[in-house]
């Protein structure tokens, strides 16, 4: 049981680091983060004034809006998707590996003695 159960922990590193590593998943996986990462940033947050500003406070606050969603912000929110895509491909090959785990636990004890001789 020991060795199956090294196996599939050896299985899920290599598909990890496959995922993290191959050029043509790092590809598929940027891809995926920049379509997230666009679709975030079109969203439009709006704030409200207590108070009415005049005009030039009024195109000083928009002014630094403006600079931080077109300069501060994509680069954070690209790394954050990023970060939380990774995350859900390690998670599902960890809930992949938990499945195989359990089928081998739940496989009968008479297949696994009949295996070892």
């Known amino acids: 049981m020991r060795r199956v159960f090294r196996e599939l922990l050896h299985e899920y590193k290599v598909e990890v680091f ?7 998943d790092v590809d598929q996986i940027s891809g995926e983060c920049m379509d997230i990462c666009e679709e975030v940033l079109q969203q439009k947050y ?3 004034f207590h108070k009415l500003p005049d005009a030039d406070r009024a195109e ?11 300069a501060i912000l994509p680069p ?8 939380q895509v990774m995350m859900e491909k390690r998670f599902e090959a960890l809930v992949s590996m938990v499945e195989q785990m359990l ?7 008479s297949s696994e003695a009949s295996a070892a001789s």
């Open 18 to 24: 496959r995922t993290e590593h191959q050029q043509k």
């Open 46 to 48: 709006h704030y409200h």
């Open 60 to 70: 000083i606050i928009n002014m630094i809006n403006n600079y931080t969603r077109e």
């Open 76 to 83: 954070v929110v690209e790394k954050l998707v990023l970060r």
């Open 103 to 109: 089928e081998a636990l739940s496989s009968e004890p």
